[in-house]
């Protein structure tokens, strides 16, 4: 069982925002978010993995709410037009957070059922008190722009960002805000190495997250 770092009192736990409005493209246009793995929804793997690590949770995603009626969680809808992907929804997580009096938001995919159980007290270790830095995860030399926490202080800029147009990658915007990054372990299995921040972007990757899932069993 994963040990989760106790947190400092001084530490307080962010919210989290689930960005579960991607197109799915790959996976033939379907809501990622209920495919099957393990016989439960991909979503549902996420959030087990998310819960405990944070205050309270919220899904970022368009069109209907009540798809998600069965998780009891605040489905936040784009607050911009034009499908600008996943800085939209990133925005929407920090003011909907801001309203609640939180100060940060922790964001991970829908697609990732196997994030670590201490992400966010490792992202809050390597946060400033009062830093308005972005702090992103990384594993195997490359970092996981969508996995991060951010300061809802960023809401502001990252609406102005978002209305310049230039570009809407994550990543632009972190970096445009200082952001560090957090590097995390592979997980060891019996003759292989499993990225803690794998995606489950296709159809082969779903095959490949449930032989994954029975050898962490």
Known sequence: MTMIPRLSVDQALPAA???????STRMGG???????LGGRPLIAHTLDRLNSQVRMAAISANGDPSRFAAFGLPVLADT????????????AGMEWARQAGMRRIVSVPTDSPFIPGDL???LL????????????AASAGRRHPVVGLW???????LGDFLAAGK???VSV??????????????????DRSLDPFFNVNAPDDLSEAETLLEELR
Do not use: C, W
């Open 17 to 23: 925002v689930v960005l579960a409005g991607g197109r």
């Open 30 to 36: 379907s809501d990622k978010s209920f495919a099957l």
């Open 80 to 91: 911009v037009a034009g499908f600008p992907g996943p800085l939209a929804g990133l925005l």
């Open 120 to 122: 966010v007290a490792r």
């Open 125 to 136: 270790d390597a946060n400033r008190p009062h830093s308005t830095q972005p702090v992103l």
């Open 151 to 157: 300061p809802v202080e960023l809401a502001k800029p």
């Open 167 to 169: 570009t809407y990658k």
């Open 173 to 190: 915007f972190a970096d445009k805000h200082g952001a560090t990054a957090v590097d995390f372990a592979m997980i060891k299995l019996a």
